[in-house]
């Protein structure tokens, strides 16, 4: 039998890294891609066509090494494909925005199918890294979630693990790849869609699996305003500091907070999965 009771921990927000947290024409996805299918190439002695292949089928290119059998070095292979040019700058608006984030009330990640090298660098050029990255709450990457990719369920059970969040309805993902939209609705979370059209043209009004859908990160506090502060905060605010003023200043989630659960529920056992 069920009764009320505090569910457990706060609700989880992640964050997707590439053509999320920042757009430029997906200009910096097609150097990965080139980057990739150049390595394999080189590297493992496959064609590009089969790189793009296994992406397409797998989620990651990496993914599609490992079910396919094809010999590679993990490590050398994610260090040195992420290492691209990067064309975009300091977004202070999406400073303001993060800025805003109610850290009592909503727990933030990173949530990225890269390698956290990557995302620390792309976090570094927007000039966010302080505070979307802490010793508390570092990025989760590919490495974090066992080298899985985000189309497979298995990411997401970990992520949840990562952040101590065994409700999946407490859990939040926004990102720009319609698959992984589909994939963590299928996982129980809620989804938003970053982008009214993919790289393909499509509109993502099509998208049936999307809770909600924005044209940029900017708009997120429209569709999910329960995690943000109202009024606006100081830009130099780190996410350390940002923790500590809104846990004492800012109110509960309403509502959200308490719901039916099961006695004896317990958090999933996933993290010592992770490779």
């Known amino acids: ?22 757009q430029n024409g997906f200009k910096t996805a097609e150097l990965l891609t080139d980057s990739i299918a150049k390595y394999c190439v080189q ?10 292949e296994l992406y397409k089928q797998h989620g990651t290119c990496l993914k599609g090494l490992e079910v396919e059998g094809i010999p590679h070095d993990r490590e050398h292979f994610l260090e040195t494909v992420h290492k691209v040019q990067l064309d975009f700058g300091e977004d202070r608006h999406l400073r303001e925005v ?4 109610n ?13 956290a090298s990557h995302a620390r660098r792309c976090l570094e050029h927007l000039g966010v890294l302080d505070i979307l990255v802490s010793s508390e709450g570092p990025i989760i ?6 080298f899985a990719s985000k189309h497979d369920a298995k ?23 319609w698959t992984n939209i ?36 900017h708009e997120l506090p429209s569709v999910l305003p329960e995690f943000f502060l109202t009024g606006r905060v100081p830009k130099a605010v780190s996410h350390a500091s940002v923790s500590a003023e809104t846990i004492s200043a800012a109110a509960a989630w309403p509502g959200q907070l308490y719901g039916s659960a099961e006695e004896g529920a317990s958090l ?7 490779v």
């Open 182 to 217: 589909r994939a963590a609705k299928a996982a129980g979370w809620r989804t938003v869609v970053c982008g009214r059209v993919n790289k393909y043209g499509e509109d993502a009004v099509d998208l049936k699996e999307a809770d909600h859908v924005v044209g940029s990160i």
């Open 103 to 115: 850290r009592g009330s909503v727990d933030v990640r990173v949530f990225t199918a890269s390698v």
């Open 141 to 146: 990457d590919v490495k974090s979630v066992g």
């Open 155 to 177: 990411a997401f059970s970990i992520a949840q693990a990562l952040v101590q969040q065994p409700d999946s309805s407490l859990c939040t993902l926004v990102d720009d790849n």
């Open 268 to 274: 999933p056992q996933l993290v010592s999965s992770v």
């Open 43 to 52: 590297h493992l002695g496959i064609t590009y066509e089969k790189s793009v």
């Open 98 to 101: 993060l800025c805003r984030l």
């Open 1 to 22: 039998m069920s009764r009320l009771r505090p569910r457990f921990g706060k609700p989880a927000l992640f964050l997707d890294c590439d053509d999320t947290l920042y």
